[in-house]
């Protein structure tokens, strides 16, 4: 069935550094993809969206371009601050409006 | 607008036992659809309601049940509870009708459930 894999583990990183988070994804035809943010005690936030091929989603500084050749939609941030402390979830849109997440990956900033 | 609300936040039951959680869905939503977030991993669908009526389901056993009332809020119930049953249980309500492949679906904030 339709499924999104993401990155193993924990990121770690710096103020104002880089960050990339992969995400690939397995599914018949072309679903919209998504990136959720789950900020601690809180529900699921959508963070960007994209759907068709070639589509860059952007939002708060975070993009995500959905590549269809590569089966991705990797999310990236060019300066990290510390309140993107998160934990960030990979997903694609499948049968009857329903999602289909990846595993989340915790991200942490550090001052 | 008002948003998605579940309640209760938390609560503790124990193997066996029953529970049912409730959510209330964002204003002029007709859909609701209920996930399963174990710890340390993603939400997992376990069905949607749109028109009082189950519109598909995940791969969850039957002794997990729902409903849907008119205003469009919903129950998840979950019977002869397990060990395994411990998650933060999910809520999201959309619009389903409006001619758009997807919509977007609004999450509430959770209700964390633990079986001891």
């Known amino acids: 069935g339709d499924s999104v894999t993401q990155m193993e583990g924990p990121v770690t990183l710096s103020e104002e550094a880089f960050l990339t988070i992969n995400c690939t994804y397995t599914a018949t035809g072309y679903p919209s993809l998504f990136w959720y943010v789950q900020y601690p005690g809180e529900g699921l936030q959508l963070l960007l969206k994209?759907?068709?091929?070639?589509d860059k989603g952007s939002n708060k500084g975070f993009e995500a371009t959905y590549r269809k050749e590569t089966t991705s939609f990797h999310l990236e941030k060019g300066s990290v601050q510390v309140s993107d402390s998160a934990v960030y979830f990979c997903a694609l849109a499948y049968g009857n409006n329903r999602l289909a997440f990846g595993k989340g990956n915790q991200v942490v900033v550090i001052p | 607008e008002t948003g998605v609300t579940q309640s209760p936040t938390h609560l503790i039951k124990t193997r066996g036992q029953q529970v049912t959680l409730r959510c209330s869905s964002q204003s002029g939503h007709n859909t609701v659809s209920w996930y399963q977030q174990a710890l340390g991993q993603g939400p997992q669908f376990i069905f949607q309601?749109?028109?009082?009526?189950?519109?598909g389901r995940g791969n969850f056993p039957p002794r997990f049940s729902g409903l849907q009332f008119p205003n469009y809020s919903s129950e998840l119930n979950v019977n002869a509870l397990e060990l395994d049953d411990s998650a933060l249980y999910l809520c999201?309500?959309?619009?389903?009708?409006?001619?758009?492949?997807?919509?977007?679906?609004?999450f509430g904030p959770g209700t964390r459930l633990t079986v001891l």
């Open positions: 309601y749109y028109r009082e009526e189950e519109n």
């Open positions: 999201a309500s959309s619009s389903t009708g409006s001619g758009r492949s997807y919509n977007e679906q609004f």
């Open positions: 994209a759907t068709k091929a070639d």
